[in-house]
């Protein structure tokens, strides 16, 4: 199975593309779809989606894993990460790539065992499984990574049935 994860925003998209084969992870691809400060949002909401489109044709996933979006203090912020959000939708549905939402504690619990890890303990975490030096950077690549690994670890249970 080959997921794309993505950890969505709209100043920085962290993308991360893990392939899994009998219970191996293999990290094929890393890093984050990123859209100055000072373009018009338009424009920028158009990157996002055309980067997200050169990705998923790139490595052909089977799924894209993407959080799910959780309403906090900021609702301008809230607003545009939806925006943001809907534009890597519809780039997977015209590649005809499912989508599957997790929450922050799923993430966590599929990842480290623990609803309440810290994201260091996340990362090392998600290095440690990919066999990778280091951490990848920015932290939205790992976050991608962490939830492609997620989706992963639930694609066949009932948790990935229910998140689709």
Same mark, same amino acid.
């Given at each position: 199975?080959?997921?794309?994860?993505?950890?969505?925003?709209?100043?920085?998209?962290?993308?991360?593309?893990?392939?899994?084969?009998?219970?191996? %992870?293999?990290?094929?691809?890393?890093?984050?779809?990123?859209?100055?400060?000072?373009?018009?949002?338009?424009?920028?909401?158009?990157?996002?989606?055309?980067?997200?489109?050169?990705?998923?044709?790139?490595?052909?996933?089977?799924?894209?894993?993407?959080?799910?979006?959780? %309403?906090?203090?900021?609702?301008?912020?809230?607003?545009?990460?939806?925006?943001?959000?809907?534009?890597?939708?519809?780039?997977?549905?015209?590649?005809?790539?499912?989508? %599957?939402?997790?929450?922050?504690?799923?993430?966590?619990?599929?990842?480290?065992?623990?609803?309440?890890?810290?994201?260091?303990?996340?990362?090392?975490?998600?290095?440690?499984?990919?066999?990778?030096?280091?951490?990848?950077?920015?932290?939205?690549?790992?976050?991608?990574?962490?939830?492609?690994?997620?989706?992963?670890?639930?694609?066949?249970?009932?948790?990935?049935?229910?998140?689709?």
């Amino acid at each position: 199975m080959r997921v794309l994860g993505i950890d969505p925003g709209y100043a920085i998209v962290g993308t991360g593309v893990v392939e899994q084969v009998n219970n191996k %992870f293999r990290m094929l691809y890393y890093g984050a779809i990123l859209t100055e400060a000072h373009t018009p949002f338009n424009e920028r909401i158009e990157k996002i989606y055309d980067d997200a489109d050169a990705l998923i044709k790139a490595y052909s996933p089977d799924a894209v894993a993407m959080e799910k979006l959780f %309403f906090n203090t900021n609702q301008k912020t809230a607003i545009d990460v939806a925006q943001a959000r809907g534009a890597l939708i519809l780039a997977s549905q015209k590649n005809n790539v499912p989508v %599957f939402e997790y929450t922050p504690l799923q993430v966590k619990m599929s990842v480290v065992g623990y609803g309440r890890a810290e994201k260091k303990q996340v990362q090392e975490m998600t290095k440690i499984l990919l066999g990778l030096d280091k951490i990848p950077k920015p932290d939205d690549a790992a976050d991608a990574l962490a939830m492609a690994i997620c989706h992963c670890h639930s694609a066949g249970s009932v948790l990935g049935k229910l998140n689709r």
